[in-house]
């Protein structure tokens, strides 16, 4: 229907009566933008069905086999449902519950003391609590082992919600239906505009462009499509005897996009990138990892492999994941918690909202980063500090390594990374990570430290940083250093081991931060001014 007559024909069918008649016109509602271009809910005028449409209605009518339909956010999978059920006459019997509400939640626990529950859909399921993943998964099991035809779940979530599943019951998977439903192609997205620019009677100039820059989004593609008819002066179907053109050139409707999005998406971007407390000092974990998420096609981050790929950020991602302070972070703000989804089996961090997923998409990182508090997110080093210290005075160099971690910045400390120096030539291993990985060494210079192995090893590797501004010296009171020694010449700190460790490390750890913070600080001006000549 690209074309005018076929514009006039579905206009014909859809709402003017017979065609010529202009006193019909009068006697039916023209569609609205609002009600063809959809920014949010179930398409009416434009629904395109996803490749795997016919999967879906066949499984409907399968008796006795439950379904899981997964997909990424904003490609349509609720809508297929619907339309499906629609389409085998049984869409008003079905059950449609949701895990973001509530109420729903208390319904989907008691679903397996319900009998015969005909066809139940619940959206959202990788939402769920643990314990109603669980029983919902075992009810699911329960119901292919005894072939139930009166019941049927369909259950409903963001990728690899197949997988959630498997770690709950690894059988299950056997014994439903898996329908993943990926992003939708440029085709299809063309189709659903074309659907759209007959049922507004228009033409839209940068049809092809809008399919491309939604990236297989639909509802992306619904949003964009609006925001270009509305800057045309169209609010309702255009009534000329042939279409509207529509010649609003793409950047202009990406700005206006984003300055609609901004007030809503970026306090909570900032919220998110900062975490519980922005430190300057530290490596930007959560800013990092939604940057990650971003540039993934499916707006779904496996945060191990994104671990696996930026060495230098592990500790600070690691340390947030690992210790759930994500998980927290996302769970103590409603909004946030709408926005992103954090399994913490998986370990998969996920947009539930498209329209989130196309504002981080188009942030510029480096101005995003100053403008929620960061000097900078980039980083020269693996590690900012490398802990150099003798065995018998492990218990501070762990205190300080807790207490950087807990600061979002990056520390090397030993024991930390056995399992990786396992197998490998040990002194291969640690020679770089003294000699150039790490900004900073903090050496403990006990009255020990001389006398061991290793730590004359790893001093070996930095003694030639001392002319680098690069080692900074903690000595213990009781061991202090002589006239000639080489540390006098820089500034340090000293530790009582005879006093309280945690006071003196808490100490220690806030100077060791503002050192990092003004070297931040200082590349950030070094940084902006190889802008500025750029």
């Known amino acids: 229907m690209g074309d005018s007559v076929g514009r006039v024909d579905y206009a014909a069918k859809h709402w003017l009566g017979p065609i010529g008649h202009h006193s019909q016109f009068r006697k039916f509602q023209m569609p609205r933008i609002d009600e063809v271009f959809k920014k949010s809910g179930l398409p009416t005028h434009t629904f395109v069905p996803p490749h795997e449409y016919d999967r879906v209605v066949v499984a409907l009518n399968t ?6 339909v997964e997909g990424p956010s904003g490609i349509g999978k609720t809508s297929c449902i619907r339309k499906a059920l629609e389409d085998i006459g049984q869409a008003e019997s079905a059950l449609v519950l949701s895990a973001r509400r509530p109420s729903d939640i208390d319904v989907i626990t008691q679903l397996h003391t319900m009998g015969s529950v005909g066809i139940v859909v619940v959206d959202d399921f990788h939402r769920l609590p ?13 119901l292919a082992d005894e072939e139930d035809e009166s019941s049927k779940v369909i259950l409903i979530g963001i990728n690899r919600a ?3 599943l498997v770690e709950y019951a690894p059988d299950v998977l056997h014994r439903v239906e898996v329908i993943r439903v990926g992003r939708t192609n440029i085709e299809r997205i063309r189709q659903m505009v074309s659907l759209g620019e007959s049922a507004l009677n228009c033409d839209l100039a940068i049809a092809e462009e809008i399919a491309l820059e939604a990236e297989g989004s639909f509802a992306m593609a619904q949003v964009l499509c609006h925001e270009a008819c509305l800057q045309d002066g169209i609010r309702e179907t255009f009534m000329g005897s042939g279409p509207k053109s529509v010649t609003v050139s793409l950047p202009r409707i990406r700005e206006a996009v984003l300055e609609d999005l901004n007030p809503r998406f970026f306090p909570l971007a900032r919220d998110f990138a900062t975490g519980n407390k922005l430190r300057r000092e530290g490596r930007a974990p959560y800013l990092n990892l939604l940057r990650w998420l971003s540039q993934t096609p499916e707006g779904a981050l496996d945060t191990k492999e994104a671990i696996a790929a930026n060495p230098g950020l592990k500790g600070s991602v690691t340390q947030v994941i690992e210790k759930g302070h994500l998980n927290t972070l996302i769970e103590s703000s409603a909004q946030i918690g709408e926005l992103i989804h954090f399994e913490q089996k998986t370990e998969l961090l996920t947009v539930e ?3 989130f997923l196309y504002f981080i998409r188009h942030l510029i990182w480096s101005k995003f980063s100053r403008q929620v508090g960061y000097f900078s997110i980039e980083f020269n080093s693996k590690y900012d500090f490398a802990l150099s210290f003798a065995g018998e005075n492990r218990d501070l160099a762990e205190a300080l390594s807790n207490l950087l971690a807990a600061r979002e910045i990056s520390v090397f400390y030993d024991k930390n990374e056995r399992h990786r120096i396992l197998a490998n030539d040990v002194e291969e291993y640690l020679a770089p990570i003294y000699r150039s990985e790490s900004k900073f060494v903090v050496a403990l ?15 070996e590797q930095f003694k030639q940083r001392f002319g680098e501004n690069a080692v900074i010296p903690v000595w213990f009171s009781d061991a202090m250093p002589g006239a000639f020694d080489d540390t006098r010449r820089v500034g340090g700190m000293t530790y009582n081991p005879t006093g309280d460790l945690g006071e003196q490390a808490s100490a220690i750890v806030d100077v060791l931060a503002a050192k990092l913070e003004e070297e931040r600080k200082s590349q950030a001006l070094v940084e902006n001014a190889s802008r500025d000549v750029a």
């Open 130 to 142: 643990t314990a109603a993943k669980q029983q919902l998964t075992d009810y699911v099991k329960l």
């Open 353 to 355: 909202d498209p329209k």
């Open 63 to 68: 008796p006795g086999r439950c379904m899981i």
């Open 445 to 459: 210079l006990s009255s020990e430290y001389p006398r061991k192995i290793w730590t004359k090893f790893e001093s």
């Open 162 to 164: 197949g997988q959630t």
